[in-house]
């Protein structure tokens, strides 16, 4: 059995973090960069976030309360990839007036409308509702330019306001003049050097970074590092922020080491100025956990990721989706390691902290309970030679385990069919979006570990037939779930779901060719034939995808 024997091989390597962010994220606050009267910094202590969550929103005050940089994080699906980060915040804090040279006061129904533009423009952005925010957001930038003047750093405030809208939106190309224009006024008004230009070159290094400009994204990034490190010091919280977004580009380019580096010194900056424990700092220590699973180095990986555990059980118990998301992810780390024992006790009291936390249907349950299956059928091939009995034991309880999970993902899925051509459904947050995505992520991750299972099963048993109906019928089912949601723009274009059904093809033609009996076989050569061609096809698709977001 060929196919079984291939498959068994590579369980470990192809078990590794599959699915391992199918996790509810938090909300992250951004806080803002504040500037005195008399234009020096004074930074809020919680400055720096230095890290991001997928969908969630971040707002950074400009001049007071009257201002508002925008900063909504989109993540590019990666993700379980990485997202993209939070910009930092200009500010030029304004009480009431702003006094300038000869001591008269700029105050006029300019300014005042420019208030009151800007912020009801904020509270639109809040309620989704983009067009009429950008309207207010173009009226702003008038009146500061005739309330202020057009090279004022209120203007470049205006402007930075809409190019975060329209980054938000994804319209990029209106967004790149206005960051650069903000950049401009800046320079102008208090020299290249300034931190409040470092501010403005971090948010237009997110905006690079948002479309994988990943060269641009790293030029902005480390200019800003310069100027903060100039102005800031080595020490401060937000030198260490974008030198913590610079190890972000440098790990996409896949430039580990220098990423490993940048990432390790944001985190010593935390720990030395009493953040060690803070939410920030255990998203960094994240970031270096993955540097060093990309780069095989998985103990080291496993002791940042129990000193993250740690941290969040003392600060949030095993009440928060937090810390069970922690421990899940040291306990993939450890199953990669091979310690399948501490990892399946992890993964199970995962799962019964989720049990208690969310519904049962929940797609996080179904991503839990595959996490379990998978490490009892990594067991059971570790048991085979020495215990049969016991291996076949594993098997069936990774079975059923794997048949709740394709339960639980198919519920997630199938009432949305019902949907279909409701007007309703079209408006879909983006919660029940993603959801959905990692349902069919899930449910093809647990059909084709279905398939294995069974082969193996059938190896262990001795059986004479080569052929293993039950095998077969997983990956068709496979194959088929991935055709029925596939039409769903929101699923197709999902990270990750192209790629789990050409595993599942390629799984489905190792098996057929392996074993003459199968079905396909008996309809003749064609079958076989239209297997590979799709393979190519999906395999050009993927290909074709990854140079663009290179």
Known sequence: MMFSRKASANLLRRFRFSAQSITTTSRQRNYPILLSNTGKCRFSNQLGSGGYYSDSFRWIFLFGPAAVILGVNVSPALAEEVSTPAPTGIDVEISGLR????GSVVSNIHTSKWRVFTDSGR???LQGKLEEAEKLFLSALQEAKEG??????????????????YRVEKAFNKAEPMYLEAINILEESFGQDDVRVAAALHNLGQFYLMQRKLEQARGVYERALKIKRRVLGEAHSDYADTMYHLGTVLYLQGKYKDSEALVRDSIRILEDG?????????KRMRQLAEIYIK???LEEAENVLRKI?????????????????AAERLALTLQSLGNLKEAQELLERCLEARRALLPEDHIQIAANLLHIARVKMLDSNKLHK?????ARAELDMAKDLLRKSIRVAQKNLVPFTKEKGNKQSHGASLTTVRSRQSALVILLQSLNALSLLEMTKSELEESKDPYNSEAESALRECLS???????EKSLSDAPGVKAEYLLCLKHLVDLISDNKTSSADQSGKAGLKELKDEIKRVEVELSTKGRRRS
Request: glycine share 6%; charged share 25%.
């Open 123 to 125: 509270d639109l952005f």
């Open 99 to 102: 006094k300038i040279e000869d």
């Open 309 to 325: 555990l740690h941290i969040m059980e003392l600060a949030k118990g095993w009440t928060s989706l937090e810390t069970v998301i």
């Open 386 to 390: 020495s215990n049969v009995y016991q």
């Open 274 to 282: 009493g953040q060690g424990e803070s939410m920030i700092c255990t």
């Open 481 to 487: 779930a991935y055709k029925e949601f596939v039409t």
């Open 295 to 297: 780069s095989d180095r």
């Open 148 to 165: 202020f003047g057009d090279r004022d750093p209120h203007v470049a405030s205006a402007y930075n306001n809409l190019a975060e809208l």
